[in-house]
């Protein structure tokens, strides 16, 4: 018998509380990660035109997750769909956010 109160706390846990995702909410999912990595070339691209950029500033994640959401914004415009709604829904920032974070 183990001695760690992680593995009693195991032993107690009632997976039949947890509800099962929906598909909506998968497609979110999946459409959300898709946005975030069709960001990273976008912010790329910010940071290769901005070589001062330092991976600890604020004021410069700030400046491309706005360059990049802007970017984002117009292709989800001229897009339309379910990327284009999810991008105007604020998912543009999300994901512009996430890229930059990732580049600098």
Do not use: Y
Not at 3 to 22: H, I
Not at 38 to 62: C, G, I, M, R, T
């Amino acid at each position: 018998m183990s001695s760690f109160k992680s593995d009693n706390q195991l032993r107690n846990l009632n997976p039949s509380t947890s509800e099962p995702v929906s598909s909506e909410e998968v497609q979110q999912f999946d459409l959300e990660n898709q946005l975030a990595e069709l960001a990273v070339p976008l912010a790329q691209a910010w940071k290769d035109n901005h070589p001062e950029a330092q991976p600890a500033s604020e004021a410069d994640l700030d400046v491309c997750t706005l360059a990049v959401a802007i970017e984002m914004a117009i292709a989800g415009e001229a897009v339309g769909g379910p990327i284009g709604a999810l991008i105007a829904s604020g998912g543009g920032i999300k994901a512009a956010s996430v890229a930059c974070r990732r580049v600098l």
